[in-house]
């Protein structure tokens, strides 16, 4: 244990010393939260405090009880399960769904479902995580292409030696917050026969009054364009899923391993979310409330406003995004913080994420304070 010891002394020092330390503090007093103004967490339209979204998740629990018990293919499938495909798959335009106990492994169960000696997978420089480590885990040859070059995207699917490809897109990147250009990179699959899988975990329940990027440009049913989401974001709740054919969502049934091999989805999580997607699709007032902020946002803070929740401020150094965060906080605002390595281009960020519930002079005022620590464009 002694090497063991010493390796991670060693990497802590490193991250202190290059002011790259993470922090996973605990929120004490959950009151305060309501005179924080929150401009950092996911939850985009404020329906993680809905009554109606609550409501939902307490009578799952009263039937269903806590827990799913069990994978989703020995006890864990509820009827709550059933009604969440069913409200995703209405609310994005899609013919099926999948529920995965997060978008993590949505996206990890997918990949390794689809991927193998045969199949390209070709990755934008700037995707999540978990489609990285998906794609690693496919035992599929992968090709990196760089963020949004679509004529390098073309020439890796036509020089290809594998029959079947699959490429793998955000349709709002998370970090920089720009959109993937979803018609051109669609025609490209459809001619070279490729696959496109679209994550919109930054989409769904902002783009296309809510029903997402992928239903906005009139891909949604598409044969060739598969869809992954996380329930945790705009839905206010937890999980993941698929959205595609019923010929692949019977083979992700089969295959996924992260599927097969996962406790189900919480039930009342399930029945959170698919509240949130009906409120969605009834109320997109929602929607237009966070591009109202995002457009706040953006002009207080002196950037373009970016097509998503999330507005992205380029700041010198990590330690002067540290500084910003903290002068923030000490006003009662909570921002994002991103330095490398979690930022592609290794440039330091505030994040200032829109959400529908947000005071706008309150939004206003704190990225301009954000704007005094933004790095001169030049
Ligand atoms: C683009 C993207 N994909 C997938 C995920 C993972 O979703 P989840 O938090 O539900 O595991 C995230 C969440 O951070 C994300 O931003």
């Keep these: 244990m002694r090497a063991m010891q010493q390796w991670l002394a ?7 010393q290059e002011g790259l330390v993470r922090r996973a503090d605990v929120e ?11 401009l950092a967490s996911n939850d985009y339209l404020g329906l993680a405090d809905d009554p109606r979204v609550q409501t939902a998740a307490t009578e799952a629990i009263e039937r269903f009880g806590t827990g799913a018990r069990a994978s989703r293919v020995v006890t864990g499938t509820t009827t709550a399960h059933d009604d969440l495909e069913l409200a995703l798959a209405g609310l994005t335009g899609q013919p099926a769904c999948l529920g995965f106990s997060s978008g993590y492994t949505a996206n990890l169960g997918l990949l390794t479902a689809l991927g193998d000696q045969d199949t390209l997978i070709v990755s934008d420089t700037h995707i999540h995580a978990s489609l990285i480590d998906g794609a690693r885990l496919s ?28 490429v793998l897109v955000e349709s709002i990147y998370s970090v920089l917050g720009d959109a ?26 902002v783009r296309g009054d809510g029903r997402g990027a992928v239903y906005a440009a009139e891909l949604a049913g ?27 969502r019977e083979h992700l049934v089969n295959t996924a391993r992260t599927f097969i ?15 949130a997607c009906r409120i969605i699709a009834a109320e997109p007032q929602r929607v237009a409330a966070l591009h109202r902020a995002a457009a706040t946002i953006a002009g207080a803070a002196g950037v373009a406003v970016a097509p998503g929740a999330v507005q992205s401020i380029p700041v010198g150094s990590p330690d002067a995004a540290l500084a910003a965060a903290r ?22 960020r505030l994040r200032l994420t829109a959400r529908a519930t947000v005071s706008l ?18």
């Design 361 to 378: 002079a309150r939004a206003e005022a704190a990225a301009a304070t954000a704007a005094r620590f933004a790095l001169a464009t030049p």
């Design 28 to 38: 004490r007093n959950p009151q305060s939260r309501s005179h924080l103004l929150d």
């Design 139 to 166: 035992r599929s040859p992968v090709a990196i292409c760089p963020h949004a070059e679509l004529d390098a995207l073309a020439h890796l699917l036509r020089t290809r030696d594998q029959p079947r490809a699959v």
């Design 180 to 205: 993937a250009d979803l018609p051109r990179i669609a025609d490209l699959c459809a001619e070279h026969d490729a696959l496109l899988v679209v994550d919109e975990a930054h989409g769904i329940g």
């Design 10 to 16: 060693a990497t802590a020092a490193v991250r202190e």
């Design 222 to 248: 598409a044969e060739h364009v598969v869809v992954t989401a996380t329930l945790s974001k705009a839905l206010g709740a937890q999980g993941g899923a698929v959205l595609c054919s019923p010929l692949l």
């Design 327 to 348: 002068e923030l906080h000490e006003q009662g605002v909570v921002v994002g913080c991103f330095r490398p390595p979690s930022v592609p281009d290794g440039i330091s």
């Design 261 to 275: 091999f996962d406790t189900a989805l919480a039930p009342s999580a399930a029945a959170a979310a698919a509240a």
